[in-house]
């Protein structure tokens, strides 16, 4: 046996061991069947160490397969490195990559997978969440909802199928109606009959069908039948909430277009030799003297012609959705599913059957021709699971489909613990060159838990309060149990127990609704029940709880400045609306010594806060997951001493409290009531334990206000600022990067010190080992203050070794004097501030001496009177 296999287990029989003591008390005290707590602290791998945001949260597993149980609540903690406050009025969303790429939409968002994130986050005990990223896509500038294909309408009628909220619908239904349409106006080929997409923009990036062009990289627009698929599902939605409303037009035509275009699909995409799904070519391509002409399928023509291969997991898209009869003669397809010929394999799916003469493992970025992409796997586990449990089907089994979600659950490992990256090797489950740092790290572009829900356990929403079971698990298992559910606003728990001696209830298969039993039978067989009646709306009111502390879109407030920060670290991450504790990758601020270290907040005006919540680093606490302190012996971050909170307010500072570190957490939010009264500023003064040092990654103060939330303008007299349309100041740069880090975004009024979105000036690449950035104020002006928003990536472009002011005095440059700077050493990702005798001039300049190798730059430039 492998080392790996054998440590793949080791937190799940941790797990295991304890199970006695893992199930809930007498049901009528306590209607929860499993003890979520002792579960949750379990986990040794958690970072996330927010128990009780677990506990109220998610829906808990008790299930006998250790991995898929390890990775079921690996999936939950994994949601919260990419669970991302956006802003007010945007609210919640979440991330792909740990990182904010420079191709992703507003706050790092991507389409590409945003149907499975909907999917996995509509199972969140509370809809806020999963509808508040719903909305994302259609009201938020910068979002990019078509930048990839993705079943957007689809995911969010998935979503109200559990937390039912019309008025939620009605508000989405035109932004959904104009995305399609947006779609359409691209995309849709009315000649043809169906939609085109690159395997690029399908979010395949190296793919069998590019690589038989001059573009192997966003090559072959296709007709795929997975965008084709996505778009019959989107349609379907958009016309199922149009009937909600009573929009009858509407509602007939998205749902001819979706006929019309399901019957296309079937009738070009199909191969009845092949007896599968494939992409049919849009374009006459030529790779090599290979000709392909436009409305053939992959390997009908080119290299490969008449080759009998060719399939790819794209091809089981069309059951992701309720797209296929039952029981059709498409069915057939499923044979290569577990053959090793086909798609199966150790770690698989492959995504490209194995004896294609295109199958191709890379241990580089992103192919598509063999590697086990998670993506894909999702896909094909959700199609499976349809195919079982709408149809008699005896091509593939349901011992089939777990024993495929036990190779998924395996899958997300990495020297044992629990682990998933972008793609991995099929055969040795390695994530060998899918796997960058800071980037690819605990990824979200798929799901697990939506499978083990709707599959394993077998609960298929509907549109009614009626609870419809099909569990694929095997009839062999002792017990099984889902706990914690809430479906449509009632308490639901659903337990297998073949003698009634593990949880106490009884025997066999049971719903519990409320803490109350509506279904019983002997058998772990498919079970239909009635919901009890209930009065739980979902409601949207006007006021709603807030973070007045976020600050992701470069304004001047809110406003966080500390008096000591470790290099290497940002106090911009404070209100990023992001959190995460591992040390790597990083997503925090730290001290940069042992000492007092007062941090304060400064709203712009005055907000009503009911919580302040300190999000503290603490190395020193034992976590067995991927990127922790490697000896937590010799942490130095650990969580202060002592801590003392004040607003400011009436013009003065009030005591709020002050805690000792036995009241202080780590890896866990530590909340401090303000009793919703009203500041302008707070201030946080942070004493460290001996030879320690203190950190955060993240500070959030809560509050209710109203929408659409009121942003507080910035503080007049900043001289640097130049408004839309405005001449001056104007901005120049001895040397500016080529990737549009230009010197115009230097004094527009946003600071972003974040990758993306772009919002600097750089000097990368220059040859020089100083270059100055120049503000032309247009007619002289009186100043003695500059404060530089220094941009930091920690890479070719980091804080300088050294900066001064220079201004333009009879004709010439001349240094100003008694020029002070706070921190004395330049500081990154931070703001800087430079202080000097007044002085009249029309033009300034900073000069920045390069840490070399590493180029300066800056997001902003303010410059004040004094």
């Known amino acids: 046996m492998r080392i790996t296999s054998v440590l793949c287990t080791v937190f799940a029989l941790s797990l295991c061991a304890q199970s006695s003591s893992l199930i809930g008390q007498d049901s009528v005290k306590n209607p929860s069947v499993l003890d979520r707590a002792a579960i949750i602290r379990s986990q040794r791998y958690f970072d996330n160490q927010d128990w009780d945001w677990f506990v109220e949260n998610i829906p808990f597993l008790d299930c006998p397969n250790e991995d898929i149980q390890t990775t079921y609540y690996y999936r939950w903690e994994l949601i919260t490195k990419h669970l991302t406050y956006g802003n007010p009025d945007t609210g919640y969303l979440f991330t792909e990559f740990i990182d904010r790429p420079f191709w992703s939409g507003a706050y790092g968002a991507i389409s590409c997978p945003a149907g499975h994130q909907l999917y996995e986050a509509r199972w969140l005990r509370s809809g806020t969440i999963a509808k ?167 390997y009908q023509e080119g290299r490969f012609a008449g080759d009998s291969h060719g399939r790819e997991l794209i091809g089981y898209v ?32 492959t995504t490209v059957e194995r ?35 709408r149809s008699d089907t005896k091509i593939v089994r349901p011992e089939e489909y777990v024993r495929l979600l036990d190779i998924y659950a395996k899958s997300h490992r990495k020297e044992g613990k629990p682990y998933l990256a972008e793609a991995l090797h099929p055969d040795t489950g390695s994530f060998e060159g899918h ?9 979200f572009h798929s799901g697990f838990c939506d499978l083990v829900i709707t599959g394993l356990v077998g609960l298929q929403p509907t549109d009614s309060d009626e609870i419809v079971l099909h569990p694929l698990a095997p009839a062999s298992w002792d017990y099984l149990a889902l706990d914690g559910l809430n479906l449509r606003g009632r308490q639901v728990s659903i337990l297998w127990d073949r003698t009634g001696d593990r949880y106490k209830r009884g025997k066999g298969f049971m719903v519990f609704a409320d803490g109350q039993q509506i279904a019983q039978q002997s058998e772990l067989t498919p079970l239909r029940v009635k919901l009890p009646e209930t009065n739980t709306l979902s409601t949207n009111p006007k006021d709603r709880l807030v973070n007045h502390l976020v600050n992701n879109d470069g304004n001047y407030y809110p406003r966080i400045q500390s008096s000591s920060t470790r290099p290497g670290t940002s106090i911009a991450k404070l209100q990023d609306g992001n959190y995460w504790y591992m040390q790597n990758p990083p997503n925090r601020w730290e001290s940069a010594a042992s000492e007092t270290v007062t941090l304060e907040a400064d709203f712009g005006s005055s907000r009503e806060i009911q919580s302040i919540d300190m999000l503290f680093l603490d190395d020193s606490i034992e976590c067995l997951g991927h990127g922790q302190f490697p000896d937590i012996s010799k942490a130095q971050v650990v ?40 500041f302008d500023k707070i201030r946080i003064e942070l004493q460290p334990q001996e030879g320690k040092r203190v950190g955060l990654t993240e500070i959030q103060a809560w509050g209710f206000d109203e929408s659409p939330y009121r942003i507080a303008p910035m503080p007049k007299g900043n001289l640097a600022y130049r408004g839309p349309g405005a001449e001056y100041p104007k901005a120049s740069a001895s040397h500016s990067d080529r990737f549009g880090g230009t010197p115009e ?43 530089l928003a220094i941009y930091d990536d920690r890479g070719g472009v980091q804080a300088p070794e050294a900066y001064r002011i220079e201004v333009w005095q009879e004709g010439k440059w001349v240094g100003v004097e008694k020029e002070v700077h706070r921190p004395e050493k330049p500081a990154g990702s931070q703001w800087n501030q430079a202080t000097f005798s007044s002085v009249t001039s029309s033009k300034l300049r900073v000069v920045f001496r390069h840490k070399l190798p590493a180029k300066s730059g800056v997001t902003e430039v303010m410059l004040w009177e004094q």
């Open 745 to 787: 975004k230097s004094n527009d009024g946003k600071t972003v010190f974040d990758p993306n979105p772009l919002n600097r000036w750089t000097s990368y690449e220059s040859t020089q080992s100083e270059d100055w950035l120049e503000l032309d104020l247009g007619q002289p002006r009186t100043f003695g203050r500059i404060e």
């Open 318 to 349: 069309p059951w992701q959705f309720p797209m296929l009869e039952p029981n059709s003669p498409y069915e057939e397809a499923w044979a290569k599913l577990m053959d090793t010929d086909g798609f199966f394999a150790a770690y698989g799916p």
């Open 639 to 678: 969580v202060p001493a002592s801590v003392k909170l004040e607003g400011y307010r009436d013009g003065k500072w009030v005591l709020i409290e002050q805690r000792a570190k036995d009241r202080l957490r780590g890896k866990h939010p530590t909340k401090f009531s303000t009793s919703s009264a009203r």
């Open 435 to 443: 796997d960058g740092y800071n980037h690819s790290e605990h990824y």
């Open 132 to 298: 508040d990223y719903s909305r994302y896509w259609v009201s938020t500038p910068g979002a990019q909802p078509r930048n990839y294909s993705t079943w957007l309408a689809d995911a969010v009628v998935a979503v109200d199928a559990i937390h039912p909220d019309p008025e939620h619908l009605s508000r989405l239904l035109d932004g959904l109606i104009a995305n399609y349409e947006g779609w359409k106006k691209r995309h849709f080929d009315p000649a043809v009959g169906l939609f085109w997409q690159t395997g690029h923009d399908d979010g395949m990036e190296f793919n069998i069908a590019s690589r038989q062009t001059q573009d192997i990289l966003r090559g072959a627009p296709s007709y795929r039948p997975s965008f084709n698929a996505y778009m019959w599902a989107d349609a379907k939605a958009i016309a199922k909430i149009a009937s909600k409303q009573g929009k009858v037009e509407i509602e007939k035509q998205f749902n001819d277009f979706a006929d019309k275009l399901q019957t296309t699909m079937l009738a070009k995409l199909w191969d009845p030799k092949r007896k599968f799904f494939f992409p049919m070519f849009k374009n006459n391509e030529n790779r090599d003297g290979y000709q392909i002409a436009a409305g053939s399928l992959v």
């Open 355 to 389: 004896n294609d003469p295109m199958f191709l493992l890379q241990k580089s970025c992103c192919w598509w021709s063999g590697q086990s992409w998670p993506y894909a796997t999702t896909q094909t586990l959700k199609a499976l699971a349809n195919v079982l449990q």
